[in-house]
Nanobody, 123 residues
Framework: QVQLVESGGGLVQAGGSLRLSCAAS????????AGWFRQAPGKEREFVAA????????YYADSVKGRFTISRDGAKNTVYLRMNTLAPEDTAVYYC????????????????WGQGTQVTVSS
């Protein structure tokens, strides 16, 4: 079965950086899309970034464009989210997700989800 395991979250000061990893297993992901979403307390889960496993097409939420970079290592079946210039409003649980032809920015269209990793940005 498909498993997604996130890592790399933690506590960082505003202006700092973190890199999240999402290790995927259980199938071949060639034609899939991998996405990162986040959910802050009391808020809905929101799209952050996505990438096609087989190519270099990337997608970003306006709120993170220019600060976050999504990438993938096909050989390791791992997707990364490099987060720079973090701000307190980036504090959330970050989730990795993947699916075959999902609506990129719509969480409910992704088939598989990780357990999430907490990112806390202090001011």
């Amino acid at each position: 079965q498909v498993q997604l395991v996130e890592s790399g979250g933690g506590l960082v000061q505003a202006g700092g950086s973190l890199r999240l990893s999402c290790a995927a297993s259980g199938r071949t992901f060639t034609n899939y899309v991998a996405g990162w979403f986040r959910q802050a307390p009391g808020k809905e889960r929101e799209f952050v970034a996505a990438i096609r496993w087989s190519g270099l097409t990337t997608y970003y939420a306006d709120s993170v464009k220019g600060r976050f970079t999504i990438s993938r290592d096909g050989a390791k079946n791992t997707v990364y989210l490099r987060m720079n210039t973090l701000a307190p409003e980036d504090t959330a649980v970050y989730y990795c997700a993947t699916g075959l032809s999902p609506i990129i920015r719509t969480a409910s269209s992704y088939m598989y989800w990780g357990q999430g990793t907490q990112v806390t940005v202090s001011s």
